[in-house]
């Protein structure tokens, strides 16, 4: 009887033993691939209608809600550095809210 009780101890500890090494492993990749992310910057002004990531103004909700291209007040992630730099038929992206 005994050993059935340690060999079920065995067992089980041997599972769970497996499984916090594999719940460890996801999660040193899921660090890795945060890692290797480039990082983003909110960019005003760069939005086609419909495609900003989020905060589109008054009266609408967030991602997807910018009502015409370009909107100042709609941002969209671009890579860090580079928001600026880019040109749309109104202007350059801006790092804040664009007043219209």
Do not use: H
């Not at 594999?22 to 992310?37: F, I, R």
């Not at 941002?75 to 600026?84: L, R, S, Y």
């Amino acid at each position: 009887m005994q050993t059935r009780f340690f060999a079920a101890t065995a067992i089980t500890l041997a599972a769970l033993s497996s499984g916090i090494a594999s719940a460890q492993d996801k999660m040193e990749k899921e660090k890795q691939m945060m890692d290797n992310k480039p990082a983003m910057e909110k960019c005003y002004g760069v939005a086609m209608a419909g495609k900003n990531d989020c905060a589109a103004g008054a009266g609408t909700t967030c991602a997807g809600t910018s009502k015409v291209d370009y909107q100042g007040n709609a941002w969209t992630n671009v890579p860090a550095g580079t928001c600026t730099s880019i040109k749309t038929p109104k202007g350059s992206g801006s790092l804040s809210p664009i007043k219209s």
